[in-house]
Nanobody, 120 residues
Framework: QVQLVESGGGLVQPGGSLRLSCAAS????????MGWYRQAPGKQRELVAG???????NYADSVKGRFTISRDNANNTVYLQMNSLKPEDTAVYYC??????????????WGQGTQVTVSS
């Protein structure tokens, strides 16, 4: 079994920072891309940032220059550093990973979500 466990969410004032972490554990052969998505109330889930196993990154236009995604391949962990947070960043943030449990068993996994609230 494979699990993604997120941490680091919380309440922060506008302009503040938070760092999210997501650790993958279980029977893992290798991990391809990892990413962070978010879903605000009444809105669809959207991609925030993604990172390949080689370190290439992509970001939603709304977070470029403020958020940074990184990963620690040795520990199967992905991070999201969020700076200059805005009220519109308020959402549940989900970790996602494309994981191979063997050379032939590949699927997407999701974390349970962590709440980020930006408010004064």
């Amino acid at each position: 079994q494979v699990q993604l466990v997120e941490s680091g969410g919380g309440l922060v004032q506008p302009g503040g920072s938070l760092r999210l972490s997501c650790a993958a554990s279980g029977s893992i052969f290798s991990i391809n891309a990892m990413g962070w998505y978010r879903q605000a109330p009444g809105k669809q889930r959207e991609l925030v940032a993604g990172i390949t196993s080689g370190g290439s990154t992509n970001y939603a236009d709304s977070v470029k220059g403020r958020f940074t995604i990184s990963r620690d391949n040795a520990n199967n962990t992905v991070y999201l550093q969020m700076n200059s947070l805005k009220p519109e960043d308020t959402a549940v943030y989900y970790c996602n990973a494309d994981i191979l449990r063997s050379a032939w068993a590949r699927r997407d996994y999701w974390g349970q979500g962590t709440q980020v609230t930006v408010s004064s």
